[in-house]
């Protein structure tokens, strides 16, 4: 069946632009996470959902960051003003609701570059 | 809080060789641990995960990794590497919350 899906791929912005990522999770996959995959970092936690909610979004870095779910299924991750220490590979996950001993099955990533 | 150590951040075997990489993790509560591998330019897919059943995991391409708890510990093994093995591997742990915390990572080469 169909994976975990990003768009755009790769994203090229200017340094103060807003960008958002999109995620496409697996059907029937209620929960959702955002990581974040940088050099320097290695892979970071951003925010997870459940349903449409955010119980946990405590690994934001500023709130230039922000992202939304709806319909419980597609989420945004948007960056605002963006700048260079934003350049990564931005990750989705999804997860059925079975517990906390499920793996979380990941998209491809967008890569971002911020210039 | 939870927190992964890959010890060696690169690895470098012969083909045909025992891989083995190392992961130490640190929790407050019984840990779900897992590994998962990386292809260039592509998402992570997990490779085995523990979950408390059975501390010696089998996976898939014939990994497997063993918990020990009284040396926190989960390393990854295969008895003989392929060219297809080449890598980055990374462990991670997740217990308390949902979120994975995972480690630095381990690149992976295989020799010819």
């Known amino acids: 069946g169909a994976g975990v899906s990003q768009s755009p791929s790769n994203k090229v912005t200017e340094k103060g632009k807003d960008v958002e990522l999109r995620c496409d999770p697996i059907?029937?996959?209620?929960?959702l996470y955002w990581y974040r995959q940088s050099l320097g970092q290695g892979l970071e936690f951003l925010i997870y959902f459940q349903g449409n909610s955010a119980p946990d979004k405590s690994g934001l870095p500023s709130d230039r960051f922000s992202a939304e779910r709806t319909g419980g299924s597609v989420s945004t991750l948007t960056i605002q003003r963006t700048q260079q220490e934003d350049s990564a590979v931005y990750l989705c996950a999804s997860s059925p609701p079975q517990g906390v001993q499920v793996e979380q099955f990941f998209g491809p990533g967008t890569r971002l570059t911020v210039l | 809080a939870q927190s992964v150590t890959q010890l060696g951040s690169h690895v470098s075997v012969s083909e045909g060789a025992l891989v083995l990489l190392r992961c130490n993790y640190s929790s407050s509560v019984p840990p779900y641990l897992f590994w998962y591998v990386q292809y260039p330019n592509q998402g992570l897919q997990l490779l085995l995960k523990y979950t408390s059943a059975a501390t010696l995991v089998k996976g898939i391409n014939g990994f497997e990794a063993e918990f020990k708890k009284s040396e926190t510990s989960f390393h990854l093994t295969k008895p003989s590497a392929h060219m297809s093995d080449a890598a980055e591997y990374f462990c991670?742990?997740?217990?308390?919350?949902?979120?994975?915390?995972f480690g630095k990572g381990t690149k992976l080469t295989v020799n010819p």
């Open positions: 991670a742990v997740r217990g308390g919350s949902e979120k994975l915390v």
């Open positions: 059907s029937g996959h209620t929960a």
